[in-house]
Nanobody, 126 residues
Framework: VQLVESGGGLVQPGGSLRLSCAASGFTFSDYAMSWVRQAQGKGFEWISG????????YYADSVKGRFTISRDNAKNMLYLQMNSLEPDDTAMYFC????????????????????WGQGTQVTVSS
C-alpha cells in the first residue's frame, strides 16, 4: 500500500488549497478514505472521510462547511478542497485508507488505520 499526499503549502488566512492523495497497491474502490491532520505539538485530528463509493462524506465540526472531500476511483485519487483557511488549520495533513464501517452517521468513529501517507504540510499565515 502506498499513499502519497501533495498540494500543501503556505497560504494566507481566507485562502484555499487543494490536497491530493495518490493511492496504489490496493483496490482503491474497496476502501473508504480519510484525511487526518496533526498540528505541531498536538495529537492527530480526524477531519474528513468518504465512503468507498464516494456516495457519503463525513466531516469534523471544525472543518464542516469549509472543506470538501472527494475521490476519483478511476484514477485512484483522493482530494481535499480547503476553503476559508484559518491559522488553526496549520498542520501536517495525511490520508489513510480504512473499511467503510469506520464511519457512520455524520462522522468517522475509528482511527486505527493500518496505512498512512507521509503527509503534506499546510501553513496558514499572513
Amino acid at each position: 500500500v502506498q499513499l502519497v499526499e501533495s498540494g500543501g503549502g503556505l497560504v494566507q488566512p481566507g485562502g484555499s488549497l487543494r490536497l491530493s492523495c495518490a493511492a496504489s497497491g490496493f483496490t482503491f474502490s474497496d476502501y473508504a478514505m480519510s484525511w487526518v491532520r496533526q498540528a505541531q505539538g498536538k495529537g492527530f485530528e480526524w477531519i474528513s472521510g468518504i465512503h468507498s463509493s464516494g456516495s457519503r462524506t463525513y466531516y469534523a465540526d471544525s472543518v464542516k462547511g469549509r472543506f470538501t472531500i472527494s475521490r476519483d476511483n478511476a484514477k485512484n485519487m483522493l482530494y481535499l478542497q480547503m476553503n476559508s483557511l484559518e491559522p488553526d488549520d496549520t498542520a501536517m495533513y495525511f490520508c489513510a485508507n480504512h473499511p467503510d464501517d469506520f464511519c457512520s452517521g455524520s462522522y468517522c468513529w475509528r482511527y486505527d488505520y493500518n496505512h498512512w501517507g507521509q503527509g503534506t504540510q499546510v501553513t496558514v499565515s499572513s
